[in-house]
């Protein structure tokens, strides 16, 4: 019902910025719970980021005060913005949905993942 594409990654040098971009398909994409993964070498996957209710997010504490999630929905599109890089912050990203409610560690929908890699 929602199909979930990432961009944005690369490579970037400690201290950086990057933003990454999730575009949704469908005509509802604020009725989803959104948020972000990320899964590096020899960890788990990682949950980053999401909205909360009302309007409200909350973040891993390895990203708070560095990392700001946010949503245009008239693109239906959502955002990660990553500043003050570091290389432990080199991981997978991906993009994630619930169908309704607050995003949890088991989405109903997976984007395909955007590398990002940052070098000391």
């Known amino acids: 019902q929602v199909q979930l594409v990432e961009s944005g990654g690369g490579l970037v040098q400690a201290g950086g910025s990057l933003r990454l971009s999730c575009a949704a398909s469908?005509?509802?994409?604020?009725?989803?719970?959104m948020g972000w993964f990320r899964q590096a070498p020899g960890k788990q996957r990682e949950l980053v980021a999401r909205?909360?209710?009302?309007?409200?997010?909350n973040y891993a504490d390895s990203v708070k005060g560095r990392f700001t999630i946010s949503r245009d929905n008239a693109k239906n599109t959502v955002y990660l913005q990553m500043n003050s890089l570091k290389p432990e912050d080199t991981a997978i990203y991906y993009c994630?949905?619930?169908?309704?409610?607050?995003?949890?560690?088991?989405?109903?929908?997976w984007g395909q993942g955007t590398q990002v890699t940052v070098s000391s």
């Open positions: 909205f909360t209710a009302f309007g409200g997010t």
């Open positions: 994630a949905a619930t169908n309704r409610g607050v995003l949890t560690t088991s989405p109903d929908y």
């Open positions: 469908g005509r509802t994409f604020s009725s989803y719970g």
